[in-house]
């Protein structure tokens, strides 16, 4: 993404670059997921709060893949990465950093 652009976007408060914004999406759509499989495959759902974590992982991993594919390809924005962190207490946080030059992904 051009530097210029990218200052536009976050000068009008882009919220795709809002960390708080982030956090919350990834959250509401984890959120989402287990509704939807309590409500169509309740016996699925009861067994994955037994053991939340790794499924939290996974999504929240696929998420983070998923958000920097789309800035990377969609956007163009080769300069920016955002990283999830799933603390102990279950809640996520989302960091924004800038790429190394020579990563591409």
């Known amino acids: 993404m051009r530097k210029d652009l990218k200052e536009k976007l976050l000068k009008h408060d882009y919220s795709l670059y809002n960390q708080e914004w982030i956090e919350q999406t990834a959250t509401d759509g ?6 939807n ?19 939290e992982v996974m999504y929240y991993t696929a998420f983070e893949d998923a958000l920097n594919t789309f800035l990377l390809k969609c956007l163009g924005d080769d ?11 279950h809640k996520i946080t ?5 790429r190394k030059k020579h990563e591409k992904s």
């Open 79 to 89: 300069m920016s990465k955002v990283r999830l962190c799933l603390d102990d207490l």
């Open 94 to 98: 989302a960091t924004l950093e800038r």
């Open 30 to 35: 984890f959120k989402r997921v287990m509704d």
């Open 37 to 55: 499989l309590h409500k169509n495959e309740p016996v699925f759902a009861a067994a994955m709060e037994k053991c939340l974590w790794p499924f």
